[in-house]
């Protein structure tokens, strides 16, 4: 298995520290708004690439911190006249409950910074003693000067971080460069005690001293947005290394943004739709879909139509997978569907282990899909034939957690839809009301939304 490393440039063999065993970091939200489809994207990739280590055998260790104190909490908090923990508790949950609908695993944990301050101050007690550390009036510092390797992963010299940053004017730090580890001063709800006076973490500590507590000094794999390179992974590698004095991640990976007409979807754009509005108008397969059709790495440009389209991709895909398991045939006869089959499962596999290339991967399985719809249609092959083989496509698709749910929308093939509507249309022409209200109601319950028109129902949509 080759993973591109954002610290190298390139594309490297997957070796864990300990066999088989993957010690993964992912960050997570700061849950002072509703979570967007910028989000949903990292997480869902993520998602994706910890089923696949599971489905290749290894066992995963997955953390995603929530950051439930930040500057941006605290304002927002202000904002509402409400306890940043409250407001913080409030959105976190919100967005829990929508990254499970959207079909992503839940964490083996998943730590809050509120609840990690011994970690943190711990951690930055020993950032101080290595010498990597001081204190002022306003907070205790990193000194990026004394880390030699800064820079590494974004490729930033610190004469070229020096050329933009400014010195806020409450901060007395050495260079403009060195970030706070502690911020001193009192902020209602998230204050706590310390050695250099009561105050609340830094932005960047809170990452390091959560990952490693839970799971050691080293990571096998640090992931994040593109947008967490620098500063925060940056920092996240000078503070970690500086008190351990071991490599602090093995592999660093980092999603693409998701855009809107080129530009990255965002709270400060304005430009983004919540994960909630997204799954009023797409399932949760629909979304899975559109971000398996790109790299993890790769930018996705949203808009409905790339939805919809990815959701009748996914829908010829399950209608193979459906077609199959109501096949019946007398026949006999070798097909090499099955043969066909395992063919295209090895060059799934290959194009996951390259740097999990879900793209390239999914072409695999249209290829497959459109065999089997084929060996249905002829009626050639053996049911045990084309059962076999669209267990190989239905076992591929649970991988990405798209395969098709028994009682939703996404699972009726088109043609039973229409078909059903066509049925209503002669029961309310005969003035059979009782029928065509049975009919739509089973297609409502199925997921299926029908709109009437004086000439019939010309447009239905899933759920």
Partial sequence: MRIYNTLSGKKEEFLPQENRHVRMYVCGITPYDKSHLGHARTIVSFDIIRRYFLFRGFKVTYVQNVTDIDDKIIKRAKERKMPPLQLSEKFGKESELEFEKLGAMRPDSSPKVSECIPEIISLIGKIEKNGFAYATESGVYFDVLKFQPYGSLSGQSPSEIKAGARIEVDEKKKNPQDFALWKLGEEEGVTFDSPWGRGRPGWHIECSAMSTSRLGDTLDIHGGARDLIFPHHENEIAQSEAATGKKFVRLWMHTGFLTVNGEKMAKSVGNFVTIEDGLKKFSPQAIRMLFALSHYRSPIDFSEEAVRSAESSLSSLHSAVLAARSYSSSGTAKTGLLEEAKLAEKEF???????????????????????????????????????????????????????????????????????????????????????????????????????????????????
């Avoid at 043609?415 to 022409?429: F, Q, Y």
């Fill in 349 to 463: 596999l290959e194009r996951m282990d390259d740097d999990f290339d879900t793209p390239n991967a999914v072409v695999c399985l249209f290829s497959l899909a459109k065999r089997i719809s084929g060996a249905v249609s002829q009626g050639s092959a053996s049911e045990d034939e084309v059962g076999q083989a669209a267990g190989v496509l239905g076992r591929l698709l649970a991988l990405f957690n798209l395969a098709p749910i028994k009682g939703k929308a996404e699972m009726i093939p088109e043609k039973e839809i229409l078909r059903a509507i066509s049925l209503r249309d002669s029961a309310r022409r005969s003035k059979d009301f009782a029928t065509s209200d049975r009919i739509r109601k089973e297609l409502s319950e199925a997921g299926v939304i029908l709109e009437d028109r004086k000439d019939g129902t010309t447009l239905w949509r899933r759920k």
